[in-house]
């Protein structure tokens, strides 16, 4: 054979591995390939190839790998089991930048599954060649290293320690500081992924200066790059008081309010993430951010958007209402409880319902014009209806009852309350009941207070006595009063919308707190009133008619 012969069979043999691996990594692409090729046994006929003399075979197998790997966590698992780890991290170091970009991001397809296989990427020694990366003068080695590290710290606390550890941060911040756009928006997501796990690891991200440099970019025009932005900076705020007070020292509002608008709806989401992260801490973090507008904004955006993207601004809402009065009137004067209730009527998800729910309560739960606004909305009734539903989620039911026992221990608006009293279970009905007997009530007049003797009940009828509620003056309150009593309107259309009807209908034991709630009510009304109105008082009257012997 001849020296031409012997090149030619070494060029094709040359052309075929290229041929090869170009064509493994092209149908590695399509799901529909995955399993058929994995059948096929290619991972153990890809890791010779890792160390092939030519780059670009070298280069076109770790590029294979890496999208078998990325495709499901059995096939990460084979790369693990099949010891091509340690070979790639030693060819991080080694080889060309192509050859690195490819080799990250096959860790990184291992590491992104579970924590147990971004442990065996760390077991492997791949942290120190990742950190090494990220000083490399190829953007695109940068990217890819940064990528890796951010998938295996987003597992657990453990990992993201061991980033840490390793040095990453500081790198990644300077990362965040490279004009290449794309290589802003993975350091980002890196330190959000590092930051997301404890008060700890988001101080570290503190120290090395994260948040400065995250701020000057919330007005970017990439959006990619404002979601991550704001991820991290959510991230931070959520552990303590003096994390949040340091991303708001960076000055961010009211700028920030403006991307509640943003045509992306994850940077929307995440700024109204970061928003609820920062107020949930203290009143004086809501209530800077209500002086800068945040509640107003919030609400329109809980209005123009829908799903799962709604739910940080409804629970925004919730956590500034609960420090204070004057921050949940803040949320009722900005419109908030209109809103909230489109919300509750809308949302199909429960967890959505539920935060809703929680929100209410945390609204109406302050003092008696707090409920009020809360129950002229005609929530009470949707709150009931959730926690009776028999469909609900446990946890929707709770949140319902909770939000719901919250405002009626408040709430002394009767025209509001009169509704429940016809659909409440009795762990309701107590409180609906009591509130009646708070607001209504008045000291217990005699038997025939107000009540000429000579009258007969059923002579005059209902009518007559209804009429003659007018005439009655109000007695003082007793001393669970919480107000004036109502006027004698208020006492009448309480008997002929059929609520004094409903009071006399529910039964009772004598001695518990509901009997002496319905006991303090009837004491607002004449006796003849009460007993008319008491269950089996038509057939007592019937019984009367039978006994009447006429003159």
Not at 240 to 266: H, N, R, T
Not at 511 to 520: D, M, P, Q, V
Request: hydrophobic share 45%; proline share 6%.
């Amino acid at each position: 054979m001849s020296q031409r012969q012997v090149l030619q069979v070494f060029e094709q043999y040359q052309k075929s591995r290229t041929q090869f691996v170009q064509s493994i990594a092209e149908l590695a692409t399509r799901p529909q390939n995955i399993e058929t090729l994995q059948n096929a046994g290619v991972m153990s006929l890809l890791r010779p190839l890792l160390l092939d003399v030519v780059p670009t075979v070298q280069q076109t197998a770790a590029l294979a790998l890496g999208r078998l790997a990325n495709y499901n966590d059995d096939l990460a698992e084979a790369v693990v089991k099949g010891d091509i780890l340690p070979q790639l991290v030693y060819s991080l170091a080694e080889q060309n930048r192509f050859y690195k970009k490819a080799a990250a991001f096959v860790l990184r397809a291992v590491a992104k599954h579970s924590p147990e296989l971004a442990q065996a990427v760390v077991d492997c020694g791949a942290l120190d060649a990742l950190v090494i990366s990220l000083e490399e003068f190829d953007p695109g080695v940068k990217e890819a290293a940064a990528w890796a590290l951010g998938y295996i710290a987003r597992h657990n606390g453990e990992l993201s320690q061991a980033v840490v550890d390793a040095g990453a941060v500081p790198l990644l911040v300077l990362c965040v500081q490279e004009p290449e756009v794309a290589l802003k928006r993975i350091a980002a997501s890196s330190l959000s992924d590092i930051a997301k796990h404890s008060p700890e690891l988001a101080q570290t991200v503190v120290d090395a200066g994260a948040i400065a440099h995250l701020a000057q970019m919330i007005l970017n025009p990439d959006a990619k790059l404002k979601r991550q932005v704001f991820s991290a900076l959510g991230q931070i705020a959520k552990h303590s008081v003096d994390l949040a007070e340091m991303v708001v020292e960076a000055e961010i509002f009211p700028a920030v309010l403006g991307c509640l608008k943003d045509p992306d709806e994850y940077v929307r989401k995440n700024v109204a993430t970061l928003m609820r992260e920062i107020t949930k801490h203290t009143p004086e973090l809501s209530q800077l951010i209500v002086n800068a507008g945040g509640v107003a904004a919030v609400i329109d955006y809980v209005g123009d958007c829908r799903g799962h993207v709604r739910l940080p601004g409804i629970m925004m809402l919730g956590y500034v209402a609960a420090h204070s009065e004057n921050l949940a009137m803040a949320v009722i004067v900005s419109k908030g409880v209109p809103q909230l209730a489109i919300c509750l009527a809308e949302e199909q998800e429960e967890h959505i319902k539920s935060a809703t729910a929680w929100a209410f309560g945390q609204i109406g739960r302050h003092t008696p014009e707090h409920a009020r606004m809360v129950a002229v909305a005609n929530v009470l009734p949707k709150l009931l209806a959730l926690y009776m539903d028999t469909e609900s989620s446990e946890d929707l039911q709770v949140k319902a009852k909770k939000a719901l026992k919250s405002i009626l221990q408040k709430c002394t608006y009767l025209p509001a309350l009169e509704p429940l009293l016809h659909e409440a279970p009795s762990n309701v009905l107590k409180h609906v009941v009591c509130q009646f007997s708070k607001v209504s009530a008045t000291a217990a007049p005699g038997p025939t207070s107000a009540v000429p003797p000579a009258v007969s009940v059923a002579a005059k009828g209902p009518l007559s006595l209804l009429s003659r509620l007018s005439l009655l003056s109000p007695c003082p309150p007793p001393p669970v009063s919480v107000g004036a009593p109502h006027d004698s309107k208020a006492r009448r259309l309480f008997v002929t919308s059929g609520g004094l009807k409903k009071v006399q209908e529910i039964k009772a034991e004598p001695g518990t707190a509901l009997r002496e709630y319905i006991s303090a009510i009837n004491n607002c009304y004449p006796e003849e009133i009460v007993r008319y109105y008491s269950p089996g008082y038509s057939e007592t009257l019937l019984e009367r008619v039978d006994k009447y012997q006429p003159v």
